[in-house]
């Protein structure tokens, strides 16, 4: 809080000596908030990460999990088909 009241008394002393400097003045002030479009915004936000959601737990098209499984299978054959057999029961 200390620092704020620094930087506030800071522009008030370039003002009032003549050093008024457009960056400065408005450096102490904060910024003003429109509140029916924050809430929007937030809304739109929350709405985003549950579509994210939705769409992760309803998953995919089916061509798309038919290429997966269609890969993972190639993939797993591969493995197999390099894999050294040392006999036994291991």
């Known amino acids: 809080m200390r620092v704020a009241w620094e930087s506030l008394e800071a522009t008030r002393a370039a003002v009032t000596h003549g050093g008024e400097c457009e960056s400065d003045y408005h450096r102490g002030m904060a910024e ?5 479009i924050a809430r929007k915004r937030a809304k739109r936000r929350d709405e985003d990460v549950r579509a994210a959601g939705n769409r992760f737990a309803h998953g995919q098209p089916k061509s798309q999990r038919e290429l997966a499984a269609a890969k993972k299978e190639k993939a797993k054959q591969a493995l197999d088909r390099h894999r050294i057999d040392k006999g036994g029961d291991r």
């Not at 003003?32 to 029916?36: A, E, V």
């Open 32 to 36: 003003l908030i429109n509140f029916r």
